[in-house]
């Protein structure tokens, strides 16, 4: 079918704010999810269960039947291939949502599209960590892009409600520039949670060769970013405290703060009990959590208007986030 024709099908496809922000949600779940699932296939030592891509075997997309593989951990990498369709058919009608939506904004229609892109991109970065063995910093960059979709798609779903106007700050002038900081030594956190991983036991693969640096250096190196954070973090609140803010953004601080909180400890307990395999996937999901609760803070920090809608006459008119007798 011409892509043209398909444009067309989609503009006849029905629609609603309430459907759009439901599927923006499910793509900030399974975006950050996949990254779970990979974890598990790394502590299970499932990474090379299918150890071609993108079929599981030679000649077989499916697990087989194999001497070498456990049938278990075949399923565990293939369940987690197969996870990934699902994120991108979710990705897929986030941006089929967008395109439909009237009027058509140009900032959440690029933050749509950068979804099943950045699946598409997964998918390859995945294949490669395959191919190349699961060698650390393959598996250390893919995981890094999760990270990096998880916000965008959390953007994305800000900006279901939101305008194209010019940001209006909702937070005292010295915080915006904060929360640019706090957003780099999120990027320093992450990474060298990456590097700690590289180095650590779970390899996805008992024969795969680990990052030659010391753990105890690497683990002070990212629990010093921790405590970084929560200094930028512990600034932010005093200088909130200082100004007239809105609930809302006290509300996705205070959040912000819980889920540091407890993802620093949940690290603290799993390096003292030696990395067992559940604390490192939990560990992994509260990074998801704490990326997810930064760009919501980041969100709340400025004002972009209200969602502009279409009336039943055709006329273009700010939101009130209702739907009563609107299109869009």
């Known amino acids: 079918m011409p892509f043209p024709s398909i444009l067309s099908r989609l503009d006849r496809l029905p629609e609603s704010t309430r459907l759009r922000r439901g599927v923006a949600v499910a793509v900030v779940a399974t975006q950050g999810l996949i990254a779970v699932t990979g974890s598990v296939v ?31 951990n075949q399923w565990i990498e293939y369940g987690n291939r197969l996870f990934t369709g699902v994120v991108g058919i979710v990705a897929i009608a986030a941006f089929v949502l967008a395109y439909r939506s009237r009027p058509r904004r ?14 598409l991109v997964q998918a390859v970065l995945g294949g490669i960590t395959v191919r190349m063995d699961l060698l650390w910093w393959t598996v250390a960059v893919h995981f890094l892009v999760s990270a990096v979709m998880v916000w965008l798609a959390t953007l994305h779903l800000a900006a279901v409600d939101e305008g194209d106007e010019r940001p209006r700050p909702l937070a005292p002038a010295p915080v915006r520039p904060l929360l640019a900081v706090l957003a780099a030594l999120l990027v320093g956190l992450l990474t060298a949670g990456t590097l700690l ?59 912000l703060v819980v889920v540091v909180c407890a993802q620093g400890t949940l690290g603290f307990v799993q390096y003292a009990l030696g990395v067992p395999e559940l604390l490192v996937s939990l560990h992994v999901l509260g990074a998801m959590l704490v990326i997810t609760a930064t760009a919501l803070l980041w969100c709340g920090a400025r004002d972009r208007g209200p969602r502009p809608e279409i009336t039943e006459t055709g006329s273009s008119r700010a939101g009130d986030h209702t739907e009563g007798l609107t299109v869009a």
Do not use: K, N
Not at 42 to 71: D, I, K, N
Not at 106 to 119: E, K, N, S
Not at 198 to 205: I, V
């Open 197 to 255: 991983t590289g180095a650590g036991p779970h390899a996805g693969d008992p024969q795969t060769p680990r990052l030659a640096l010391p753990l105890p250096t690497l683990a002070h190196t990212h629990t010093a970013f921790l405590y970084a954070f929560l200094g930028c973090l512990a600034v932010i609140g005093v200088l909130l405290a200082t100004g007239r803010v809105g609930r809302r953004l006290w509300l996705r601080f205070g959040v």
């Open 42 to 72: 790394r502590v299970t030592a499932s990474g090379l269960g299918c150890p071609t891509w993108p079929q599981c075997f030679p000649g077989s997309m499916v697990p087989v039947e194999h001497p070498e593989y456990a049938a278990l």
């Open 106 to 119: 140009d900032r959440y229609l690029r933050l749509a599209a950068a979804m099943p892109i950045g699946v």
